[in-house]
């Protein structure tokens, strides 16, 4: 086998199909021991897929691998483990109420615990890379970056030849970045190799030797660090050419003129701050105007804060900080049942947790937040409740047999549809806040889910859509803002143009102003 | 005073055993993640084939083989449900609970009808030499039932293999987060498997100690929610097995005040008395002494990938 000298891992023409879905396709690329190499891509452009190949969770379907000289093939995690590949999961796999030597002892030892002996040996590994760790201290009162310390020390002590950090800074706040770059540097510098999985690469340039670009499944570039053109490697990771949902949509916009309303706007966000309750900051000083008629789309990656936004502004969640305001009222401690009142309709970014009650009929969740309209001297009026249910159920086009039949039955796209309806029909309609609408469905619920939310601004709604779906906003939205850890870094008008410019904004590496 | 003393020490040790016993076991399953309501249950089973093992043999000590094998057995069926059927705990314990009481009472019935009251041979205290004659302690510690030794010393090894062996660890990492565990190449499930079982091994030592012990004999529902008090001291005592034990005593002591109280001429109505220990039991159990936080994964079944 002719593999460049001091290749660690060489992937030929690598494939992975899952059903009729083509994840990976053709990738062949060298991991160098002593490099840090970084694996750059959006949601969804198969880096993960590619992770779960090298370590064993997938069979590939197409193409070789080669690791430490011989064919890789390893038939699960714990093989590819044994064999010298490690993972640090982007989700931690400690438990948080035992020490961190128990959980790093935990299916290690057997007999009788050696605390000392195991923490000694911890604080030792720690040491040797440059960091401290402290092996009594419970794991649940540790700070995210040394948890995630913790979890690289457990991969260290199985003293791997390859260490892959899925997503390793999403979790992180700025501060403690640097940080896990310097011992990613150590590891790589200690004659391992390093792989960063990652959709943020300003966070990662500073330590990457070698940039590889996965863009739907395939490689699109890889390059040395040292040659890289930033612009050229963002433009690689979301460059994308026009797609079926632009022009059905372009098809059915008859560019009607929105009726502005004089005064006031549909949606205010007025520095919104959230603190989750170990006091990191999750959503930072958000203001956000939105005017009757006007779609906002809101982009970044996920876990940038959008979540909280959602929360808030459907009134599960107090802000810590700021207000906001439907049609002009102030709901921020308002709760749920006020924002409905007001006109805040709801579009929850977890259909099956917060969106609907599964085990009830379709009838009944159409009218969940309107029941009173059905309900005389307190008794259901199920006969009138599912003649509306039905009209309404034609009129969004959510198929199913019928009004009565259990919410769980109906497919992804339906659900969605049906959730529409609910929330598009509140009398008043002030305000709607999106949340991932379309995630999981497929390409015409997706037309469908995006027609009814264009009908509502023509009508002067005020249109929040969250999405990290950045074709789908540019088609959608009149202009696009973007949230990047928690803030609003920028905002640009929604134009296919704007797309690298909006990447660029998306991945952290420019705060606001133009892509380099 | 100093006799009464000794005597009310003796008698909140003998009165808390089976509630230590029982606790500990289950304090080893809860934290693996599963809640043995059915500890009332085991406890009623074991001490009814106790009594019926000693009588049957003539020997106490295979009475008590015989009350481990059978509380043993219905854990098993425990296990089974709840870690491979995964069915609801609480479903599953009360179920137990009462089959357990119809069963016994109708084997009891059956089996002793006309010896009803007669006593069975029991096991015998042990005066531990050197140490039964001094003065205060021998008569509060020393003048035990062979078991009460036996108990404590499994207690203590209870508390030494969930702190500072592997198998302990596994079982707290499958209680909390049995994913992770699973991850770590724990076998969740048969980690839960053992530590019922280990439950039902305790709940029959406990049975037996009722029945052949203490009373010898067996009456109808003698447990008499012995097994709730010890699902309450696991939960006041937070899931520790020095903070349970410590609430298995206290509940003993409130049982022994019963006796005590009326035998110093001290007039409080015998049914406060009686209500005492499930009084503190339901304070604690409401939080009111400072609520811990039970293992993350009670009650809940695990499944690979769900």
């Known amino acids: 086998m002719s593999q460049p000298t001091g290749s660690l891992l060489s992937l030929k023409n690598l494939g992975k199909r899952f059903g009729s879905l083509q994840a990976l396709e053709g990738v062949s690329l060298d991991v160098r021991a002593g490099t840090v190499q970084c694996l750059l891509g959006e949601n969804g452009a198969g880096k ?28 699960s995690p714990a093989v590819a483990l044994e064999k010298g590949i490690a993972m640090v999961h982007q989700h931690f796999s400690l438990v948080p109420r035992m020490t961190v030597v128990e959980n790093l002892m935990l299916g290690q030892v057997r007999g009788v615990l050696k605390r000392h002996e195991f923490g000694a040996r911890i604080r030792d590994i720690a040491e ?60 790589a510098d200690s004659g391992r190799a390093v792989i960063l999985v990652t959709h943020k690469l300003a966070e990662i340039a500073k330590v990457a030797d070698r940039v590889v670009v996965l863009r ?38 008859e560019d009607v003129e929105t009726p502005e309303a004089a005064r006031g706007f549909a949606l205010v966000c007025d520095g919104l701050t959230v603190h989750d309750r170990h006091g990191a900051v999750r959503l930072d000083n958000f203001t956000l105007e939105i005017r009757p008629g006007e779609i906002v789309g809101l982009a970044g990656v996920e876990g940038n804060g959008q979540s909280e936004l959602g929360m808030v502004l459907a009134g599960l969640l107090r802000p810590t900080e700021g207000h906001f305001y439907i049609g002009g009222s102030d709901l921020t401690h ?19 947790a917060v969106a609907c009650v599964t085990g009830m009929s379709v009838a009944e969740n159409v009218f969940l937040n309107k029941l009173e309209r059905f309900t005389r001297f307190g008794l259901l009026q199920r006969g009138a409740m599912n003649a509306a249910a039905q009209k309404q159920m034609k009129e969004f086009d959510v ?29 008043p309609l002030v305000a709607l806040v999106a949340a991932q609408p379309t995630r999981g469905l497929d390409v015409s ?72 | 005073m100093e006799e009464m003393l000794a005597i009310f020490i003796a008698s909140t040790l003998r009165l808390a055993m089976p509630l230590m016993l029982a606790a500990s076991g289950e304090l080893v399953s809860e934290r693996a993640g599963v809640l043995n309501l059915s500890l009332e249950g085991m406890m009623l089973t074991a001490a009814f084939f106790g009594a019926l093992g000693s009588w049957a043999s003539g020997n106490p000590y295979l009475g008590v083989a015989c009350a481990i094998l059978a509380s043993v057995v219905v854990s098993a069926v425990q296990a089974w449900l709840s870690v491979n059927l995964r069915a609801n705990q609480l479903v599953v314990g009360i179920g137990f609970n009462i089959l357990a009481l119809g069963a016994t009472t109708l084997l009891y019935r059956i089996i002793f009808g006309g010896l009803s009251r007669e006593e069975i041979p029991g096991l015998p205290k042990l005066a531990v030499k050197g140490l039964s004659d001094l003065p205060f302690a021998g008569t509060a510690f020393f003048q035990q039932s062979v078991i009460v030794y036996v108990g404590l010393g499994l207690i203590v090894l209870i508390w030494a293999m969930l702190n500072h062996t592997s198998f302990g660890l596994a079982v707290r ?91 110093m001429g001290i007039n409080v109505p015998t049914a406060f008395l009686l209500m005492l220990p499930y009084l503190l039991a339901l304070l604690a159990v409401a939080g009111v002494v400072g609520r811990l936080e039970p293992p993350t994964s009670l009650t809940l079944p695990f499944q690979r990938g769900k």
């Open chain 1, 334 to 352: 308002a709760g749920a049942a006020a924002v409905t009142a007001a006109g805040g309709g709801i579009v929850p970014e977890d259909r099956h």
């Open chain 2, 173 to 263: 990492a499958v209680g909390d987060e049995p994913r992770s565990a699973d991850k770590a190449g724990i076998p969740v499930n048969a980690t839960r498997w053992k530590a019922v079982l280990i439950t039902g091994f305790m709940a029959g030592f406990a049975g037996a100690f009722i029945s052949i012990a203490d009373i010898h004999t067996f009456t109808e529902n003698m447990t008499n929610g012995a097994g709730y008090l010890a699902l309450a001291a696991v939960i006041f005592g937070g899931w520790n097995v020095g903070r349970t034990i410590a609430a298995c005593l206290l509940f003993g002591a409130a049982t022994a005040l019963q006796f005590q109280l009326p035998a």
């Open chain 1, 445 to 516: 619920a997706v037309e469908a889910v995006y027609r009814q939310i264009r009908a509502a601004a023509r009508r002067g709604v005020g249109v929040l859509l969250i999405s990290s779906e950045l074709d789908e906003l540019l088609a959608v939205a009149d202009r696009v803002a973007v949230l990047y850890r928690g803030r609003l870094v920028g905002e640009r008008p929604a134009e296919m143009s704007e797309r690298g410019a909006i990447g660029a904004l998306m991945s952290g590496q420019i705060v606001s102003g133009q892509v380099a």
């Open chain 1, 216 to 253: 739907t499944g395939r490689l699109v570039a890889d390059e040395s660090m040292a040659e890289a053109d930033m612009g050229a490697l963002v433009h690689a990771m979301v460059g994308r050419e026009l797609r079926p949902l632009d022009v059905a949509l372009a098809e059915t916009d």
């Open chain 1, 128 to 187: 040797s890379f440059g960091f401290s760790l402290d092996p009594d201290a419970v794991v649940g009162e540790l700070s995210v970056g040394e948890r995630q310390r913790a979890e690289i020390v457990k991969c260290l002590m199985r003293d791997p030849k390859l260490l892959v950090l899925d997503e390793p800074t999403a979790v992180l706040p700025p501060g403690e970045i640097g940080a896990l770059l310097d011992i990613c540097r150590r590891v």
């Open chain 1, 48 to 75: 993960s897929t590619l992770c779960n190949l090298i370590f064993g969770v997938y069979e590939p379907s197409a193409g070789d691998m080669a690791f430490d000289g011989a064919a890789w093939a390893p038939e």
């Open chain 1, 399 to 427: 198929r199913a047999t019928g009004p009565e039949v259990a919410f769980s039955g109906l497919s992804g796209g339906n659900q969605q549809k049906a959730v529409l309806a609910r929330e598009l029909t509140l009398d």
